[in-house]
């Protein structure tokens, strides 16, 4: 079958949240076949600890190809302990100059409590503006909510979650399962 014929994986929504010196992760559990639940609790933000680091990742995109960056960027803080952005920047390079990474089709976003990223297979580093990131295909729903939530009195997870709740109401790709993670204070 080829590549476009194949009805595709969808379905995730990741957010991140930096808010009063903590960052929180937050996604969903839904992976879908076409419009056919294949599972409804898979972990897709994670947690690293390449020497010594404690980062956070999620990933919205192709399982395997997430796994095999996540492996990559593990490889590139273990050369540039403690140094988030740098190992990030490499990682985008490598992605966009490898002919097999190239075809890998997902995105990430990274944090070490301190910065907030975007990582793409487009060579993308983006740090986001108002403390808000988000991907996925209820990326946009999320982000928008959460926007909305930042300057209210809530703390970074309860406007994570409350984001998520929003986007699983709306995207059909998305559930409310959640894993959640939170880095700093």
Partial sequence: MERDQFPGWHGT???GVRKD???VVAGDG???LGPTVVKGTARKVRRLSPGGS???CGFAGSTADAFTLLERLEAKLEATPHQLQRACVELAKDWRTDRHLQKLEAMLIVTDGRDLLMVTGAGDVLEPEHDV???GSGGLYA???ARGMMDSGLDAET???RAMAIAAEICVYTNGNLTVE???A
Avoid: E, F, M
């Fill in 13 to 15: 929504t990741i957010v």
């Fill in 133 to 135: 990131a988000a991907i």
């Fill in 30 to 32: 839904q992976v879908s």
């Fill in 182 to 184: 939170v880095i700093g």
């Fill in 54 to 56: 404690d980062v956070v």
């Fill in 21 to 23: 010196g903590k960052v």
């Fill in 143 to 145: 982000l928008a909510a």
């Fill in 159 to 161: 406007i994570a979650r």
